[in-house]
C-alpha cells in the first residue's frame, strides 16, 4: 500500500497516511478538524538503480548487457 501525504490548507498540519490505491482521499484533517485536506505530490517510495530487471528484460539480438555494451550507439 502507498503512503500518501497530506496538507491541511487552515492550519498546516502535515502528515503521511498508508491508504489502499483505490481508497477516497482523506478530506478532515485530524489536528483542526476541518475539511481543508489537500494531497501533495512527492517523490516515490523507491528507486531503479543498477542491475535488474530493466536492464535485462528488454534485450536485443545477441547484447546480453545494453548497459555495459560498449558498441550501444
Do not use: V
Not at 500500500?1 to 497516511?17: G, K, R, T
Not at 481508497?23 to 481543508?36: G, I, R, W, Y
Not at 505530490?41 to 545477441?62: P, V
Request: charged share 25%.
Amino acid at each position: 500500500m502507498p503512503i500518501y501525504e497530506y496538507q491541511c490548507a487552515q492550519c498546516q498540519h502535515e502528515f503521511e497516511a498508508l491508504q489502499k490505491m483505490s481508497d477516497a482521499p482523506l478530506t478532515d484533517c485530524p489536528k483542526c478538524q476541518q475539511p481543508s485536506l489537500t494531497k501533495k505530490i512527492s517523490a516515490a517510495g523507491f528507486r531503479l538503480a543498477g542491475s535488474g530487471w530493466y536492464e535485462t528484460d528488454f534485450k536485443s539480438g545477441k547484447k546480453k548487457n545494453l548497459a555495459g555494451d560498449s558498441s550501444a550507439s
